[in-house]
């Protein structure tokens, strides 16, 4: 079996390429023509493919022998626009591309931001309201990007009759990941930490990585929808101070109530930014709760489905993240050099 | 009156969210290559159909106006296609690649009765046109001299300097500079008029995929002369405009609301520096003030897009005079033609 995975020297994609290594499937791993790969130590059976999505003509040719397309290929930064145009441009690009060849299988890498959490109460699970237009325009531009690219991803799926995974990861952290928007607002190296109690949606990169092995070859996967988080999370305080300890960091760290925040946030927008057209994030009430909203998360129907449990349990993970590098593939010294594939 | 884009990037956006302000127009279609750019274009302004097919949307919606919004190297099909389908053309700078395209286009809507207009936006911000109308009622005295300068890193990754993705600025002659120069060259044109000579220097100071990111050029005019200017390596970012006049002389950065005068003052001239320096310094806190809250609302630095846009629209509902003519098209693009670098890269 072979897997084409975009965005595969991205934090997220290196551990998936080596998640599928381990579970020995052939991966052609589609990274950008500029993409340096030195220190990722993929061996020489991983197949290097170098494309752009947004502009490479040769994007058929990526699937040749491949039965499973895990895309995980998103642009994470710059403005909404160039979001846009490498996010959901781009995946439409591939998948016109994929429509024009044998493969059928697709795992989508989604977001947790498709889900609107102004209107979840309670619990958040697969069955959570998702952003609905015009709506989801008022929301930040990854949100927008990721909305957009399952939109597209699923009216592809339905179109070619092809078996789709869709997997939502919460927060995804990890070795130099530890930091994550949830934990609050941070002035250089203060802390605002708004609901200190409140729990973070995580999954670390390996656990989330091995998901994404799974779905690609476990047929109980196709046509699923599946969050992924490793449990119920930790609390935003203790996730802190994880991070302020593994990482070195002092600084002060201030407790606001979730209630006392957004309440102000909620008195902010109506008296003075309700009319203006560039707020800060965390100024706009949608956006905040979307970062902090308390709520529950599980991962239920990932455990129904494929009967998954993390592969490291939450004291593993942060060995993993802010103890000695320990690298994941030593064992294997692959010394080989890579074979890569001109686009 | 009936509005189509073609082209739903980044500054279709700006366009879009000026157009929507604007009173009497119906946006009535979007194009882009991209159905999903398209189709979200349509969704988040309301726009009644979206294409992927200019000459599809052309032929169905017949708009009375086309904002050709897409990168420079398809202006000039996009555009003329728009004119033949009876529309009236406002097109992103630079307008085409090359003079003999602009003048085959601005030809070609003169023959159908259309218009033409360039986006020169930063002429229309607030900065530029308080000088000009200070020049019009005589107390800024004949322009002798303007400078322009760009200084803008365009070298970060991801823009004109994407590795992974050459820029379509790049093949422009001149590269990512050469889609700077419609600003610099409109804003020389309204203060010195047409040139009748330029000479450039075009130079590279870093590693990049751009062929140059340094320019200058002095530029003889019919009124006066020009200094022009682009810097990839200065900083901070800053559009400096600065216009010498017989009687005054102003400053502007367009990045920010900025705009100083300089003229005589009713004191002893050894103390004229003094006086000048005070009030300069309560301009410029009152500017830091402005900028920063028009980070919060408005069109920002786009405020000429806006400017522009309402003036082309009231013009063309009023058949009066547009606010860029055919003539101002031609002249611009005439310099910015003598401005390119005409020899092979160093």
């Known amino acids: 079996m072979k897997a084409l995975v975009t965005g595969a020297n991205g934090f997220l994609g290196r551990h998936v390429v080596d998640a599928l290594l381990a579970r020995g499937i052939e991966v052609r791993a589609m990274v950008r023509p500029a993409a340096r790969l030195e220190g990722l130590g993929w061996p020489a059976s991983v197949d290097v493919f170098r494309a752009d999505l947004r502009t490479s003509r040769e994007l058929p040719r990526a699937f040749e022998g491949v039965d499973v397309l895990i895309h995980l290929a998103a642009v994470i930064s710059g403005g909404e626009d160039a979001q846009f145009a490498g996010t959901v441009a781009g995946t439409e690009r591939l998948l016109d591309a994929m429509a024009t060849v044998a493969c059928r299988r697709l795992v989508l890498c989604s977001s947790f931001s498709v889900y609107n959490y102004s209107a979840v109460r309670g619990t958040l699970d697969e069955d959570s309201p998702l952003h609905q237009v015009p709506d989801v325009y008022a929301r930040d531009g990854y949100t927008v990007a990721k909305w957009w690219q399952e939109r597209v991803t699923r009216r592809f799926a339905e179109q070619h009759g092809w078996d789709l995974t869709v997997l939502r990861p919460g927060f995804i952290w990890g070795r130099e990941h530890g930091y994550l928007a949830a934990m609050g607002q941070q002035f250089g190296q203060h802390h605002l930490v708004i609901g200190p109690l409140t729990r973070?949606?995580?999954?670390?990169?390996?656990?989330?990585?091995?998901?994404?092995?799974?779905?690609?070859?476990?047929?109980?996967?196709?046509?699923?929808?599946?969050?992924?988080?490793?449990?119920?999370?930790?609390?935003?305080?203790?996730?802190?101070?994880?991070?302020?300890?593994?990482?070195?960091?002092?600084?002060?760290?201030?407790p606001v109530p979730y209630w006392l925040a957004i309440m102000m946030v909620r008195l902010a927008y109506a008296t003075v930014f309700r009319t203006a057209t560039k707020v800060p994030s965390i100024l706009m009430p949608n956006r905040f709760e979307s970062r902090l909203k308390p709520l529950r998360f599980e991962n239920g129907r990932l455990r129904e489905v494929l009967g998954w449990t993390p592969p490291l349990d939450h004291q593993q993970c942060l060995a993993r993240t802010y103890g000695p590098a320990v690298s994941v593939r030593a064992e294997r010294l692959y010394q080989a050099p890579l074979i890569e594939t001109q686009a | 009156m009936r509005t189509a884009l073609i082209g739903a990037g980044q500054i279709a956006r700006q366009h879009l969210a000026c157009l929507e302000s604007l009173p009497g127009i119906e946006l009535a279609a979007i194009c882009d290559l991209s159905p999903a750019t398209a189709e979200a274009a349509a969704e988040r302004y309301g726009i009644g159909a979206w294409f992927t097919d200019h000459r599809a949307m052309l032929?169905?919606?017949r708009p009375d106006v086309v904002h050709v919004t897409t990168p420079p190297t398809s202006h000039f099909k996009l555009a003329l296609d728009s004119v033949d389908a009876g529309a009236h053309v406002v097109v992103e700078k630079p307008a085409t690649p090359t003079l003999a395209e602009l003048e085959t286009l601005v030809g070609r809507a003169h023959d159908a009765g259309r218009h033409l207009v360039e986006d020169y936006n930063y002429l229309f911000n607030r900065a530029p046109q308080e000088i000009l109308r200070r020049i019009e009622s005589g107390e800024f005295g004949a322009v002798t001299h303007v400078e322009v300068l760009i200084c803008l890193d365009i070298l970060g990754p991801g823009g004109f300097a994407d590795t992974n993705s050459p820029h379509p600025a790049l093949t422009l002659a001149g590269g990512a500079i050469t889609d700077f120069l419609p600003h610099l060259a409109s804003l020389a044109h309204v203060f010195v008029g047409p040139h009748r000579t330029a000479q450039t220097v075009w130079s590279k100071r870093k590693r990049s995929p751009l062929p140059y990111d340094e320019f200058r050029a002095v530029v003889d005019a019919e009124r006066g002369t020009a200094a022009l200017g682009f810097s990839a390596s200065s900083q901070p970012d800053a559009f400096w405009l600065r216009v010498y006049g017989e009687k005054m002389q102003a400053t502007a950065n367009l990045f920010e609301t900025r705009l100083t005068f300089d003229g005589p003052r009713n004191v002893p001239k050894p103390l004229r520096p003094f006086f000048s320096g005070l009030q300069e310094g309560k301009i410029v806190r009152r500017a830091a003030l402005t900028t920063l809250l028009r980070k919060f609302k408005g069109p920002g630095t786009y405020e000429g897009l806006w400017e522009l846009l309402a003036r082309t629209y009231r013009a063309l509902a009023d058949q009066s005079a547009l606010p860029v003519t055919a003539k101002d098209v031609v002249e611009v693009n005439r310099m910015v033609e003598a401005l390119k670098p005409h020899e092979q890269r160093p």
């Open chain 1, 200 to 254: 973070v949606p995580m999954t670390h990169v390996e656990n989330c990585a091995d998901v994404f092995a799974l779905a690609a070859v476990d047929p109980r996967a196709r046509g699923r929808t599946l969050n992924i988080v490793d449990g119920r999370g930790e609390r935003i305080w203790t996730s802190l101070s994880d991070y302020m300890r593994g990482s070195g960091q002092t600084g002060w760290r201030l």
């Open chain 2, 59 to 61: 032929e169905k919606v």
